[in-house]
């Protein structure tokens, strides 16, 4: 079954950075469209951003300040979010992009506030 293990979050001012990680294990990565989703308090997990082999695509929210990359080798996926906003505060988790796997990891919290 497969396993994802997000890492990297932490407490930001507004306009600074953070690189998340996500490491997949019991999968081909290289197979799967994947993605990274957020859940704010009290609403939704929402789309934040998709990779597959060659194409990115991100919601309109975080367009042109976060980046999703890959690392295929290693099985890893990255987002490095720039320009952080107090309502970019969530808990961020990886999955696979289309029909996402119950087995949801734990996330990691990115909390953005002065």
């Known amino acids: 079954q497969v396993q994802f293990v997000e890492s990297g979050g932490g407490l930001v001012q507004p306009g600074g950075s953070l690189r998340l990680s996500c490491a997949a294990s019991e999968i081909i990565f290289s197979m799967y469209i994947m993605a990274w989703y957020r859940q704010a308090p009290g609403k939704q997990r929402e789309l934040v951003a998709r990779?597959?082999?060659?194409?990115?695509n991100y919601a309109d929210s975080v367009k042109d300040r976060f980046t999703i990359s890959r690392d295929n080798a290693k099985n890893m996926m990255y987002l490095q979010m720039n320009n952080l906003k107090p309502e970019d505060t969530a808990v961020y988790y990886c999955?696979?992009?289309?029909?996402?796997?119950?087995?949801w990891g734990q996330g990691t919290q990115v909390t953005v506030s002065s």
């Open positions: 999955n696979y992009g289309v029909r996402p796997s119950a087995s």
């Open positions: 990779i597959s082999s060659s194409t990115t």
